[in-house]
């Protein structure tokens, strides 16, 4: 039981670069999540989804797009990479049941966009 | 949206101190209110979580105090050890719209305990 995976664990890109994040989670949850960390302000959701074949937007989605084709994976995408979407990439899964919904973190991925 | 403020942003004690930290939300429909450790270089793992019908939760060292009409929740560390060393998040999330089944995070504190 690996939990939530994340690869790459780093990536520089050149301004208007693509890439793609990919995030796996063994644990049959239905929500997905993409959060990007930055000094001073926290965890702040770009996208999310609720179940395959869904997807949401959060706070920060501008320059994203996501892709849940199957349930255990959530894509993130960059079309063309800016110097500001320089961050750490937090994928986070949880299983809904009731009100409370604890996240599994993935290990995280540094993206650095020169 | 949801808004949640976090203060302070850093906090250094002494060990064998106590901790607070303090969040408010701005949705007073929110109504689960979870906190997160993040430990140098680590993936953020849920410590304590609070729901809007609960006033304080405790667990060992760590409570949750929940103030829904002014809408303000607390962390509190007991005898902070070291490991205690840390970066916490607030978070808070409205139940109820299956639009926004996401969690609206705090800044983060930055908590050193000093040996």
């Known amino acids: 039981n690996a939990g939530v995976t994340q690869t790459p664990k780093f990536r520089v890109l050149k301004t208007g670069q693509s890439m793609t994040l990919l995030c796996a989670q063994d644990m049959n949850h239905e929500y997905m999540y993409w959060y990007r960390q930055d000094p001073g302000m926290g965890l702040r959701l770009i996208h999310y989804?609720?179940?395959?074949?869904?997807?949401a937007k959060g706070e920060v989605p501008d320059g994203y797009n996501v892709s849940r084709l199957k349930k255990q994976n959530f894509l993130l995408g960059l079309e063309s990479a800016a110097p500001s979407q320089t961050s750490v990439y937090f994928c986070a899964s949880s299983y809904s049941q009731g009100v409370n919904e604890k996240l599994f973190f993935g290990s995280g991925t540094q993206l650095s966009v020169l | 949206g949801e808004n949640v403020e976090q203060h302070p942003s850093t906090l250094s004690v002494q060990e064998g101190d106590s901790a607070v930290i303090k969040c408010t939300y701005s949705d007073s429909a929110s109504n689960y209110f979870p906190w997160y450790k993040q430990e140098l270089g680590k993936r953020p793992q849920l410590i304590i979580d609070i729901r809007s019908n609960v006033g304080e939760k405790k667990d060992q060292r760590i409570a949750v105090t929940l103030n829904k009409t002014a809408k303000h929740f607390s962390l509190h560390i007991t005898e902070t050890q070291p490991e205690d060393s840390a970066v916490y998040f607030c978070a808070a999330r409205h139940t109820g719209d299956t639009g926004r089944r996401a969690l609206t995070f705090g800044s983060g504190t930055r908590l050193q305990v000093q040996p």
């Open positions: 989804s609720v179940g395959e074949g869904t997807t």
